[in-house]
């Protein structure tokens, strides 16, 4: 990797000396200039991460060179040093766009902490531009957003797969995001044109849930006034989704185990079988083996299922695609509200990293869409962040900060514990916070004992 370029400017020749040699020992590449002219001319001609220039000098002084460097190259960050040190310049300073202001004599500490935060703002500033370059290649396409290379895999096994019309099985926590997987095999297949109809098999009950899939006959109960499709129909010639699938109940896994095998239906209340084409794509936050060993979900089911399993990893093990997807939601959000934001702070980009999620990818684009809501200006600072996500991050993933290091399921279970507290016990108003629903809510809750 290439070293950092930093340009010193000093009109003292020893401070001059003296700096750039701590520079360097830093192992920082390093040009020296004795005068704001020359300075100015460096700039002109090559690209630097940061400079350091003294505030008075004759002729260009610090204050022009800040100004200058801000037009020509900004994204290089600007460290003033001075040994006239008044509340006065150092404002001014700080108004310019300074990064920090030293007031000589300064601590070689000091300099070497200041020098390290600006390089770490400037590399953050990058990756974000080619983070939101990367973004605009996202923009009108059907895809995960990831430059994570396991799930770049994942997404190219669903890519391969989507032509063989095979049965599909995604796992994954809530929140990674199994639908949008479906879709992408959906929309690889040749059943790109046909219907991708999807149902959430836990948010119905059975008899809702048996008329919805297979529809009924007219007088097939009180009501029935006329026909009705159900949504296997529906999705003729295209892909059924059926989300949480592990929360049919038996009687109706044998249902669907026979359309599967027959490829046909009855409707309720109809004597004349349906025949239909359809290609079945599963999705379960459960293990579906526990499911088979316990007697909860049908083997013969499972297996006409999973003929590819799909698993999508949770966000907490691709922490590189965080950034990505935070800027991805900050995009898609401000353009939904009519809302200037473009840019996320530093600091909260940094805490927004260290976070693992419990939600997944639907907790980060709820906080996206929060810090949107609440953004005053063009960047979303660390203050429009929930304070609990803010206190619980800080405590557990900073090392040295006098935090204890949880393990995943302690982390959970206290930022759980902890948004319960802030919504005084509210569960709706809780999973709305978490980016996940109730039923997954009250799971965990059970799991970590917080009733």
Not at 58 to 87: F, M, N, S, Y
Not at 381 to 388: F, G, K, R, V, Y
Request: proline share 3%; charged share 25%; hydrophobic share 40%.
């Amino acid at each position: 990797m290439t070293a950092p370029r930093i340009l010193v400017v000093d009109d003292e020749a020893a401070a001059l000396k003296n700096l750039s040699h701590l520079l360097r020992k830093e192992g920082y590449d390093v040009t020296a200039r004795q005068s704001g002219a020359a300075g100015l001319q460096e700039i002109q001609q090559r690209e630097f991460e940061l400079i350091l220039t003294d505030l008075r000098m004759k002729g260009v002084d610090g204050l022009a060179l800040l100004r200058r460097a801000r037009l020509v190259q900004p994204e290089c960050e600007v460290i003033v040093i001075t040994g006239h040190a008044t509340l006065d310049s150092a404002v001014e300073a700080m108004k310019e766009g300074a990064f920090h202001y030293i007031a000589k004599p300064y601590r070689l500490d000091e300099v070497r902490q200041v020098v390290k935060g600006a390089l770490d703002v400037v590399l953050l500033k990058r990756e974000n531009r080619h983070l939101k370059r990367r973004i605009e290649g996202y923009e009108g396409r059907l895809n995960l957003v990831t430059q994570d290379a396991a799930m770049l895999r994942l997404l190219d096994t669903a890519r391969q797969i989507g032509p063989t019309d095979c049965n599909v099985l995604v796992t994954g926590e809530s929140g990674t995001g199994k639908e949008l997987l479906a879709r992408t095999v959906h929309a690889h297949s040749s059943r790109r044109e046909g219907r991708f109809v999807a149902v959430n098999c836990g948010a119905l009950q059975a008899e809702l849930l048996t008329n919805e899939l297979f529809g009924h006959e007219k007088g097939a109960f009180t009501g029935a006034d006329r026909s009705k499709r159900g949504l296997i129909e529906m999705a003729e010639g295209g892909t059924l989704f059926l989300d949480e699938v592990t929360e049919m109940s038996t009687a109706m896994q044998v249902k669907l185990l026979r359309v599967i095998q027959e490829r046909e239906l009855l409707r309720v209340g109809g004597v004349e079988p349906v025949k239909v084409d359809v290609r079945f794509i599963a999705a379960s936050n459960r293990d579906l083996q526990d499911g088979v060993a316990s007697g909860r979900f049908r083997a013969d089911l499972y297996y006409r299922l999973n003929v590819v399993n799909l698993t999508l990893p949770p966000l907490r093990e691709r922490r590189d695609d965080i950034p990505l997807l935070a800027f991805y939601f900050l995009k898609k959000f401000a353009l939904a509200m009519g809302r200037p934001v473009a840019n996320i702070a530093p600091d909260a980009l940094r805490l927004l990293s260290r976070y693992d999620y419990p939600g997944n990818v639907r907790e980060l684009a709820n906080l996206m869409e929060r810090g949107v809501a609440l953004a005053q200006g063009d960047t979303l600072q660390l203050a429009h962040l929930p304070e609990s996500l803010q206190g619980l991050t800080l405590r557990v993933a900073a090392p040295g900060g006098g935090g204890e290091l949880l393990t995943l399921e302690k982390n959970e279970a206290a930022h759980i514990a902890q948004v319960l507290e802030h919504t005084g016990g509210n569960r709706n108003q809780t999973a709305d916070i978490l980016g996940i629903d109730r039923v997954s809510l009250w799971r965990r809750i059970k799991r970590y004992g917080l009733e």
